[in-house]
């Protein structure tokens, strides 16, 4: 058994290595469909996260991109030092609960879970993300103004601080009642961890 992990490892570091190549790409994209469709959907259509986004939809409705820069540069602010009342607001609200949950139960394969309103703004999270504004990145905007469910898995790059590969999966979030987007979810997954499921 010790000699099958160890030569599972073996290919797996090579398939990482060979990361740029189309080949590598296309195993890393299809295992995080895969574990999307096996994990993730049902996460993003639990009433927790349904009812914060449209909550913070309605609330941030009238927010202007001054607005939301100006979010954004306070929240980079308390970021930088470690924490303060805005972070405080999103990570002990119900649904950052429920995602550090899903991050837990998910023993170490999923390395951060935080979901996004329809202006990209954080809404809940389970480890603090540096900045609070995402909507003028690939993640947001490759999901939430697309097609309903869209999906977006990015490109695999080396996490300096767990020194471990790793790949973002963001999909768009439905409405279940209503079948249009109100906000997407990004999941940072362990590349080896997902490669070997």
Same mark, same amino acid.
């Given at each position: ?5 160890k030569i599972a490892g073996v290919v797996v570091a090579a398939v990482l290595?060979?990361? &740029?190549?189309? *080949? $590598?790409?296309?195993? *890393?994209?299809?295992? $995080? #469909? ?11 259509? &639990?009433? +927790? ?7 913070? &939809?309605?609330?941030?409705? =009238?927010?202007?991109?001054?607005? +939301?820069?100006?979010?954004? #540069?306070t929240w980079r602010a308390e970021s930088a030092n470690s924490g303060g009342? @805005? ?35 954080? +809404?809940? !999270? ?11 990145? $690939?993640?947001?905007?490759? /999901?939430?103004?697309? =097609?309903?469910? $869209? @999906?977006?898995? %990015? %490109?695999?790059? @080396? %996490?300096?601080?767990? !020194?471990?590969?790793?790949?973002? *999966? =963001? ?14 979810? /990004?999941?940072?997954?362990?590349a080896e961890g997902l490669l070997m499921q």
């Amino acid at each position: 058994m010790k000699q099958n992990l160890k030569i599972a490892g073996v290919v797996v570091a090579a398939v990482l290595t060979m990361s &740029n190549t189309a *080949i $590598a790409d296309e195993e *890393i994209e299809a295992a $995080a #469909k895969l574990f999307a469709e096996r994990n993730v959907s049902s996460w993003i259509q &639990n009433p +927790v996260v349904i009812t914060a986004i449209k909550a913070q &939809n309605k609330k941030n409705a =009238s927010l202007t991109q001054s607005d +939301v820069d100006a979010l954004d #540069k306070t929240w980079r602010a308390e970021s930088a030092n470690s924490g303060g009342p @805005m972070i405080s607001e999103v990570t002990d609200n119900t649904l950052s609960k429920f995602l550090r949950d899903i991050k837990d139960a998910q023993q170490g394969l999923v390395t951060e879970v935080f979901v996004m309103d329809d202006k990209g703004l954080n +809404v809940g !999270q389970s480890d603090v993300t540096s900045d609070f504004w995402q909507g003028d990145e $690939a993640k947001w905007q490759k /999901t939430y103004p697309a =097609s309903p469910n $869209a @999906m977006f898995v %990015d %490109d695999v790059e @080396m %996490d300096e601080s767990t !020194q471990s590969f790793q790949t973002q *999966i =963001s999909i768009a979030i439905t409405d279940p009642a209503t079948g249009e987007n109100i906000g997407a979810v /990004t999941i940072g997954v362990d590349a080896e961890g997902l490669l070997m499921q």
